[in-house]
């Protein structure tokens, strides 16, 4: 069964500081990967998914993340945070012909002025 | 574009009442809406896959007596929890997937359910 892994509970960083959001998943099959940021009174928004090519993926909010196929992982990265990062993150792997979601467990990130 | 929208988004019904909470898709159609559930601090739980005009695929451990969901337009899809008692009391978020996007779910702002 698919799985994934979000070891941070809770991350804190300063403003203008880089940052990394780890995540691991278990699928037997290709994986479709999605990151998405969840804040308070809205809903999830996806900030990138990878479904196959360039692993380096692209994302909105100058959010990136990278596929590695040997790690089993897809960690999140932005180069410089901003207040407005503050949320909860969740990463997701998508299964079957509707791609139904498993998600992790989501990390809280906490921004320092 | 690609707006979900969710009613109500808090609501409060004492234990052994019914309660509806209605998910749409605001401007596209929806052929596939999931519904998930989240415990305060925890992940999203995949509760069950509907598409229009079909019954509802559960999930395992999901009592579909319990959690009556109807997808009866492209466009609203209903969950319904029955009997509700304190223990169903959680954060209830609906998605939806358009014909041209299937591998992109768009989501509801969700809804507080308190069960008294």
């Known amino acids: 069964a698919q799985s994934v892994t979000q070891p941070d509970i809770h991350i804190t960083v300063s403003e203008g500081a880089s940052l990394e959001l780890r995540c691991n998943y278990s699928?037997?099959?290709?994986?479709?990967l999605f990151w998405y940021v969840q804040s308070p009174g809205q809903g999830l928004q996806l900030l990138l998914k990878?479904?196959?090519?360039?692993?380096l993926v692209q994302g909105i909010k100058g959010f990136e993340a990278e596929f590695k196929r040997s790690q089993s992982s897809f960690n999140l990265r932005k180069p410089s945070v901003h207040w407005s990062d503050a949320a909860e993150y969740f990463c997701?792997?998508?299964?079957?012909?509707?791609?139904?979601?498993?998600f992790g467990s989501g990390t809280q990130l906490t921004v320092l002025p | 574009g690609a707006v979900v929208s969710q009613h109500p988004s808090r609501v409060i019904c004492k234990s052994g009442t019914s309660v509806k909470i209605e998910c749409r898709s605001l401007d596209f159609q929806a052929t596939t809406m999931f519904w998930y559930r989240q415990f305060p601090k925890q992940s999203l739980m995949l509760m069950a896959t509907?598409?229009?005009?079909?019954?509802?695929?559960?999930e395992q451990g999901v009592e579909k007596d319990k959690f009556l969901i109807n997808h009866a337009s492209l466009t609203l899809s209903t969950l319904t929890v029955t009997s509700a008692h304190p223990e169903d009391s959680s954060f209830y978020i609906c998605?939806?997937?358009?014909?041209?996007?299937?591998?992109?779910?768009?989501f509801g702002p969700g809804t507080r359910l308190t069960v008294t």
């Open positions: 997701a792997v998508g299964r079957g012909s509707a791609r139904q979601l498993t």
């Open positions: 699928y037997g099959a290709t994986p479709y």
């Open positions: 998605s939806a997937s358009d014909r041209g996007y299937p591998y992109e779910q768009y």
């Open positions: 990878y479904f196959s090519g360039d692993t």
């Open positions: 509907s598409n229009e005009g079909s019954k509802a695929t559960y």
